[in-house]
């Protein structure tokens, strides 16, 4: 995969007619990018301490390591990505639309979607899966559907 940071270029590019996307810096860092297999996107303001061990023990439920299979992205801003930089075989969404990552679909809540080779699943913020056991175990279900490397 060949990515081009925009910045770099001294060029006028208001002539594609689709949107463009900043690519995170971390994209560059392709050895640590090709060993995880998770995207995981979350708001910066519901990823607290707490937040951060339910994450981490939802994960784990399903033999995900977060430190080691998932790159975690934190949407601070909207289109600062693309999804198709990370080579992943699952984006998980909490509370991020996808629009903010260039993808105009519209995937129900707590439903795996696949899509070339990629798995998507959208689900609410940390804090409400937190505060709500049905959504624990929608959660868990949706994540049953998926598997690491299958």
């Known amino acids: 995969m060949y990515i081009v940071n925009l910045e770099q270029l001294n060029t006028d590019y208001s002539f594609f007619n689709y949107p463009i996307f900043r690519i995170s810096e971390d994209i560059n860092n392709s050895v640590a990018i ?21 994450l981490q023990n939802i994960l784990k439920a399903v033999q995900i390591d977060l430190t080691t299979q998932a790159h975690l992205l934190l949407d601070t801003d909207k289109n600062t990505t693309h999804w198709s ?11 991020v639309p996808l629009k903010n990552i260039g993808l105009n679909y519209t995937i129900p809540p707590y439903q795996l979607f696949t899509y070339q080779q990629q798995s998507f699943l959208c689900v609410d913020k940390l804090s ?21 490397g299958g």
Do not use: C, H
């Open 128 to 148: 409400k899966i937190a505060a709500q056991k049905p959504l624990k175990a929608a959660l868990w279900n949706a994540l049953k559907g998926f598997s690491v």
């Open 34 to 54: 090709e060993k995880r297999t998770i995207l995981v996107l979350a708001t910066p303001d519901d990823f607290d301490e707490d937040n951060q061990v339910l």
């Open 85 to 95: 930089a990370y080579p992943v075989q699952l984006m998980l969404s909490f509370g």
